[in-house]
C-alpha cells in the first residue's frame, strides 16, 4: 500500500505537484475535472472558529460526493483531554481524512503521525496552507501564472506570512514581506526561503508594496492574541492597506486578504471594498483548492 500522504505545509508538496494542484483547482471550478470521492468521510477538528474554512471543507466534500463531520472541542471528548494520539487512532478506523485547526503546530503534526489517513491542517498559528493555495489560485486567475508576480505581504509576520514564504520558496516569486519590529515571521521559515530565492522582509510598506501584483494582509491580532490588541495597535500604526499604498503597487495590482478583515485596522474600506480588491474570489477558492487538496491527499 501506498504511504499515506499529509498537507500540512506548502512545503509537503513539490514544485511540480503544487503547479499541478493549482490546476486541478483551476479545472475543478471550471467543471472540467469531474472527479469524486464517492462514499469517503472527511472528520474536521476545530479548537479554533471557521467560517470560511469549515463551510468550504464541508461543501467540497459533498459536491465530491462524500461526507464532512465537524468536531468541535467542545462537544467532542478531545475538550475533555482525550489524547491527540487516541483521537488520531480512533478516527482512522471510521474516515479516510482528517483536517484540523488548532492553536500549536506540533499538535498537527502529531496528529498526522498518529493517524493512518491523510491529515490536513486547517490553520495552526505557524501556517495556513490551504488559505494561500486558494490566494495563489486567485493570483493565476488574475495574472496568469504565480511565478512572475511580486507579492507584497504588509503586517503582521503570522501563519499566512509563513504559508506565503513557503510559497514563495516552492515557486519561485518574488514575496515582499513588510512587518514591525518584533513581528517577524518564523526565522526557520524565512531563512530557509531567503536562502533560495526572492523573499525579502523591511519595516516599510511603502518599500514592499512599490510595483507589487498583489498587496495582501491580515488582522493584526491572531486567533487567541485578542489580549495583545492594544500593544499591536500600536507596534502596527503605519502598516494598513490604504489607498496610498496600493497607489505605490502596479497599477494592474490586486489586494487579497484570508479574511475575517477589520475595516480601519489592517486595511481601509476604500481598499477592501474597492476595485483591486479580490477577496470574494479568494474566498470562493477555499472550496476548489480544497476540493483539490482532498483528491490528491484522498484518491
Ligand atoms: N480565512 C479563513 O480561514 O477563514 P475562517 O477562519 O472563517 O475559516
Ligand atoms: N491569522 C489569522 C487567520 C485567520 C483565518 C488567525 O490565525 O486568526
Not at 490536513?120 to 493570483?139: K, M, T
Amino acid at each position: 500500500m501506498a504511504k499515506k500522504r499529509d498537507f500540512l505545509a506548502i512545503t509537503d508538496f513539490s514544485t511540480d505537484e503544487l503547479l499541478a494542484l493549482l490546476d486541478r483547482a483551476a479545472n475543478l471550478k471550471a467543471g472540467m475535472d469531474k472527479s469524486k470521492l464517492t462514499g469517503k468521510s472527511l472528520a474536521m477538528i476545530f479548537k479554533k472558529s471557521s467560517t470560511r474554512t469549515r463551510v468550504s471543507f464541508e461543501v467540497a466534500m459533498t459536491q465530491l460526493g462524500g461526507h464532512a463531520i465537524f468536531l468541535s472541542d467542545r462537544d467532542s471528548q478531545i475538550g475533555r483531554g482525550e489524547t491527540v494520539s487516541d483521537t488520531a487512532g480512533v478516527l482512522s478506523r471510521y474516515v479516510d481524512a482528517i483536517t484540523i485547526r488548532t492553536f500549536a503546530h506540533a499538535e498537527v503534526e502529531e496528529l498526522a503521525r498518529h493517524a493512518s489517513v491523510p491529515v490536513v491542517n486547517a490553520l495552526s498559528d505557524l501556517l495556513h496552507p490551504c488559505q494561500v493555495v486558494a490566494d495563489l489560485q486567485a493570483v493565476a486567475e488574475e495574472f496568469g501564472s504565480v511565478t512572475d508576480c511580486t507579492v507584497a505581504w504588509i503586517g503582521d509576520g503570522n501563519n499566512m506570512a509563513n504559508s506565503w514564504i513557503n510559497a514563495a520558496y516552492r515557486l519561485g516569486f518574488e514575496l515582499r514581506l513588510a512587518c514591525p519590529a518584533g513581528y517577524d515571521p518564523d526565522p526557520a521559515i524565512l531563512a530557509r526561503a531567503q536562502k533560495a530565492g526572492k523573499v525579502t522582509l523591511t519595516r516599510s510598506p511603502a518599500e514592499a508594496a512599490e510595483g507589487a501584483h498583489v498587496v495582501t494582509t491580515d488582522v493584526w491580532a491572531s486567533m487567541g492574541q485578542e489580549d495583545e490588541m492594544a500593544v499591536r495597535a500600536k507596534a502596527f500604526t503605519g502598516f494598513v492597506v490604504d489607498d496610498a499604498l496600493m497607489a505605490l503597487a502596479d497599477e494592474r495590482a490586486i489586494f487579497l486578504h484570508c479574511l475575517p478583515a477589520h475595516r480601519g485596522e489592517e486595511v481601509s474600506a476604500s481598499v477592501i471594498d474597492g476595485p483591486q480588491s479580490r477577496i470574494f474570489d479568494e474566498a470562493e477558492n477555499r472550496l476548489h483548492a480544497q476540493k483539490a487538496i482532498l483528491l490528491e491527499l484522498m484518491e
